[in-house]
C-alpha cells in the first residue's frame, strides 16, 4: 500500500496530535486514590510507566494512503480507523522501547476513534488487537497501554466504552495470566457498570441529621453525582468548581422552592463520619444535598466504578446516565450545548 501522506495529514487535523509530553502533563495533575477503589498489579504498572519521555519531534510512523475516490472527511476517517495499523510492524519488539513512535502512535489513534460512529471504533479495536495478537509480545505491551491510557482515572483519553472492547479482547486472547485474567475480569465488571445511558443503580445516603433518603427519590432534573473526600486535596479543589463554574451558576439559577433544575449530591463513600462531619462546614449548602454511604455499601457491593476521587456523573431527571465518571469540563459542555 502507497503512502500519501498529504492526504491522510488533512485527515488528521481532525484529532491534532497530542504530544507525549503534553499528556504527561495532563496525567500528572491527578485525582487523589481512592481508599475504596481495589489496587490492582496493572493500575501499579500502568502509574509506575507514566515517564515516558519524547525523543522525536516529528516520529515516522506510516500511516495507509486513503483512497482518492473518498471525499467526505467522516468516511476518510472511517477508512483510516479501519487501516490505520496496516504498516505497523508488530513483529519489531524494539518499537516498545520507542515509545515516540508507538505510544504517540496510540495516542493520535484515540483521538482519531472519539471522532467515528461507536460501532466504528469497536471494529478498528478488535482490528488493532486482531493484528497485535499474531505476535504475543507485542500484544501484550498494547495491553498495557491501552490500561494506561482508556482506564487511568489520570488519563485524559480515558474511555470507557473503548476499553470495554479492549477488555473483550483481552479476556478472549488467551494470551494473558490467570492473575491477568482476574484483574482485567474485575476492571470488565466494573466498567458495565452505571454506562452512560443505563438506569444508574439506586443506593441509600445519610445526612448529617440522620435522614437516610433513596438516590432515586432526589427529586431534580439533573442530579451531579459527586463521590468525594474531604481528606483530599483534588475534591477540594474541584468543589470549589463547581461552585464558582458559571455555566453551571446559570442552571442552579433556574432552581426555585418548587422545583429543582440541578442538585449535587455529594457522597462521602468511606468509614471515618467524624471527619466527614468536621469537614461539612466548608461543604457548599445552596442546591446541595451533602451525605455520607452509612456502612459503606455502594463500596462494598461494588455499585459504582470508583477508581479514583472525586468522580463525577450527572443523571437526567429518570436517573439515567448522561455521563459517566466525568471531568467538569464535560459537565459544564452538556449544560452549555443544551441552552
Keep these: 500500500m502507497m503512502l500519501n501522506l498529504t492526504k491522510t495529514q488533512s485527515i488528521m487535523k481532525y484529532y491534532l496530535s497530542v504530544s ?14 481512592s481508599p475504596s477503589s481495589k489496587p490492582t498489579e496493572s493500575e501499579t504498572l500502568s502509574k509506575s510507566d507514566v515517564s515516558v519521555q519524547t525523543g522525536k519531534s516529528d516520529p515516522l510512523f506510516p500511516l495507509p494512503d486513503i483512497p482518492v475516490m473518498i ?16 504498516l ?11 515509545p515516540e513512535i508507538t505510544e504517540q502512535g496510540l495516542v493520535d489513534y484515540i483521538q ?48 470507557d466504552e473503548h476499553y470495554i472492547v479492549a ?9 494473558l495470566s490467570l492473575a491477568k485474567q482476574e484483574v482485567y475480569g474485575f476492571q470488565l465488571e ?3 457498570k452505571n454506562r452512560g445511558g443505563s438506569t444508574a443503580t439506586n ?31 483534588s475534591c477540594a479543589e474541584t468543589t470549589e468548581l463547581l461552585v464558582n463554574s458559571k455555566a453551571l451558576q446559570g442552571v442552579f439559577l433556574l432552581n426555585s422552592s418548587a422545583s429543582s433544575m440541578l442538585t449535587v449530591l455529594s457522597i462521602y463513600p468511606d ?69
Design 20 to 33: 507525549i509530553i503534553t499528556m504527561l502533563t495532563l496525567f500528572a495533575v491527578g485525582s487523589c486514590t
Design 71 to 86: 471525499t467526505d472527511p467522516e468516511e476518510s476517517m472511517v477508512y483510516l480507523s479501519k487501516h490505520y495499523w496496516d
Design 88 to 98: 505497523f510492524p508488530f513483529a519489531d519488539t524494539t518499537l516498545i522501547t520507542q
Design 112 to 159: 482519531l476513534l472519539n471522532q467515528i460512529a461507536p460501532i466504528d471504533a469497536q471494529n478498528s479495536i478488535n482490528t488493532l488487537l486482531d493484528k497485535a495478537k499474531l505476535h504475543p509480545t507485542m500484544y501484550l505491551h498494547f495491553v498495557s497501554l491501552l490500561e494506561k491510557y482508556l482506564y487511568d482515572p489520570n488519563s485524559p483519553f480515558r474511555n
Design 167 to 175: 477488555l473483550q479482547h483481552f479476556r478472549q486472547s488467551g494470551l
Design 190 to 192: 466494573m466498567t458495565l
Design 203 to 233: 443506593f441509600a445516603y445519610t445526612t448529617a441529621n440522620g435522614d437516610k433518603q433513596m438516590m432515586h427519590a432526589l427529586q431534580s432534573n439533573y442530579l451531579i453525582l459527586f463521590f468525594t473526600n474531604p481528606d483530599c486535596p
Design 271 to 339: 468509614s471515618n463520619i467524624e471527619e466527614w462531619r468536621k469537614a461539612l462546614p466548608r461543604m457548599p449548602q445552596q442546591h446541595w444535598v451533602n451525605a455520607y454511604d452509612e456502612g459503606t455499601v455502594v463500596t462494598n457491593k461494588r455499585l459504582y466504578d470508583i477508581k479514583a476521587i472525586p468522580t463525577l456523573y450527572l443523571l437526567d431527571k429518570n436517573k439515567k446516565v448522561i455521563l459517566k465518571d466525568s471531568t467538569l469540563e464535560e459537565i459544564e459542555e452538556f449544560f452549555m450545548r443544551i441552552r
